[in-house]
T-cell receptor
Framework: AQRVTQPEKLLSVFKGAPVELKCNYS??????LFWYVQYSRQRLQLLLR??SRESIKGFTADLNKGETSFHLKKPFAQEEDSAMYYC??????????FGKGTRLSVIA | EAGVAQSPRYKIIEKRQSVAFWCNPI?????LYWYQQILGQGPKLLIQ????????DSQLPKDRFSAERLKGVDSTLKIQPAKLEDSAVYLC???????????FGQGTRLTVV
């Protein structure tokens, strides 16, 4: 069965500090991994996907199949990065499976 | 383009009552999802439609939950009768197909008292 694990419920960092939001998954095939973000009072939206291998708002994530991880990283956190972040997995015709989310709080 | 529209935004009902939620997906999106998000947890899929057909409803509590998308556009999700544990945010999302980005609505926050 597919499973996405985000071990941290809350992550607090100071502005300008590096950020790493952890995500581990369990799936035997070749999954697609995503990061979704929900800012305060806004709807859930896609931040980035591993296929595109792009940097969005300074965030990057690399799929590590050996460690079954897809950690989200940003070298210098900004206050506007404070939000809920969800890691999600999709494979074949199965729908998105979400982790429980990590709340990132960037302290000025 | 207009986003996914959901109504109502909030609903408070007593247990054993019925409730219905409505979703209007982005125009042209064939795939529609209903997710349940309980406080402190990630969204959990309830049902996935491809046009007006059900693709996956394995996690839908069919004894009390039902959903339809009769014309392949709008969708309704119904709970009858509601239980206290149904208190959650119900999210609707749509995408061009099951392999493309899903766009989410604002959600309906249901409180069962």
């Amino acid at each position: 069965a597919q499973r996405v694990t985000q071990p941290e419920k809350l992550l607090s960092v100071f502005k300008g500090a590096p950020v790493e939001l952890k995500c581990n998954y369990s799936y035997s095939g070749s999954p697609e991994l995503f990061w979704y973000v929900q800012y305060s009072r806004q709807r859930l939206q896609l931040l980035l996907r591993h296929i595109s291998r792009e940097s969005i708002k300074g965030f990057t994530a690399d799929l590590n199949k050996g460690e079954t991880s897809f950690h989200l990283k940003k070298p210098f956190a900004q206050e506007e990065d404070s939000a809920m972040y969800y890691c999600a997995l999709h494979s074949g015709n199965t729908p998105l499976v979400f982790g429980k989310g990590t709340r990132l709080s960037v302290i000025a | 383009e207009a986003g996914v529209a959901q109504s109502p935004r909030y609903k408070i009902i007593e247990k054993r009552q019925s409730v219905a939620f409505w979703c209007n997906p982005i125009s042209g999106h064939a795939t529609l999802y209903w997710y349940q998000q309980i406080l402190g947890q990630g969204p959990k899929l309830l049902i996935q439609f491809q046009n007006n057909g059900v693709v996956d409803d394995s996690q839908l509590p069919k004894d009390r939950f039902s959903a339809e998308r009769l014309k392949g556009v709008d969708s309704t999700l119904k709970i009858q009768p509601a239980k206290l544990e149904d208190s959650a945010v119900y999210l609707c999302a749509s995408s061009w197909d099951s392999h493309t980005e899903a766009f989410f609505g604002q959600g309906t926050r249901l409180t069962v008292v």
